[in-house]
């Protein structure tokens, strides 16, 4: 059993940074894939980034690439995602997943774990 707690979100102007972090309980966190989604408000939830076990291979939705950073600390059971030069569009609520087969990019459906989410409103 993994759980999933999000933390990081909140409010910043259009063009601003935030970094969102997820720590995972259990011995097993390096056994996982890792990835970020989001849902905006009356839209399906969508994949923004994936990172591997070890960390060595990365993927991003074509809307986030360039912008958005994912990376993780085995050592600390924890995946961050940078997110830089955000937009309006970038708010959603996003979650943390995590995944015991490394998918690019990672389908919702394959999640083993989701964490509950958490806030992240871009104004303009």
């Known amino acids: 059993q993994v759980q999933l707690v999000e933390s990081g979100g909140g409010w910043v102007q259009a063009g601003g940074s935030l970094r969102l972090s997820c720590a995972a309980s259990?011995?097993?966190?390096?056994?996982?894939?890792m990835g970020w989604f989001r849902q905006a408000p009356g839209k399906e939830r969508e994949f923004v980034a994936v990172?591997?076990?070890?960390?060595?291979?990365?993927a991003y939705a074509d809307s986030v690439k360039g912008r958005f950073t994912i990376s993780r600390d085995n050592a600390k059971n924890t995946v961050y995602l940078q997110m830089n030069s955000l937009k309006p569009e970038d708010t959603a609520v996003y979650y943390c997943?995590?995944?015991?087969?490394?998918?690019?990019?990672?389908?919702?459906?394959?999640?083993?774990?989701w964490g509950k989410g958490t806030l992240v409103t871009v104004s303009s």
């Open positions: 990172i591997s076990r070890g960390g060595g291979s990365t």
């Open positions: 997943a995590a995944d015991f087969s490394y998918r690019n990019p990672m389908y919702s459906k394959g999640v083993d774990y």
């Open positions: 259990g011995r097993t966190f390096s056994s996982y894939a």
